[in-house]
């Protein structure tokens, strides 16, 4: 099986969705730079299936990259 990274996702502040941007940068032990969840702590990265994304979106919800609070969203 193949996968693909749909989309990225960061926030610069907690309590706030993330937003897509067009690229991140990943530092081991970190996390996403500039993401405010980044650090020395046990939830660095958020990964979300974007078939989660689609589901959502069908049942009505406006939703997309970042609105599950995810760094990268993976199809496949």
């Known amino acids: 099986m193949r996968g693909q ?3 990225v996702s960061l926030s610069e502040r907690r309590g706030v969705s993330k ?3 067009e690229a991140i940068e990943l530092r081991a032990d970190w996390g996403v730079v500039g993401d405010a969840h980044a650090g020395p ?3 660095q990265v958020a990964l979300l ?4 994304v689609l589901e ?3 049942r ?3 939703v997309g990259a970042g609105s599950f609070a995810e760094n990268l969203a993976t199809r496949g």
């Not at 299936?49 to 989660?52: K, L, P, T, V």
């Open 5 to 7: 990274v749909v989309a």
């Open 19 to 21: 937003h897509p941007v």
């Open 41 to 43: 702590w046990h939830r």
């Open 49 to 52: 299936a974007w078939e989660d």
């Open 56 to 58: 959502a979106q069908a």
């Open 60 to 62: 009505g919800l406006k």
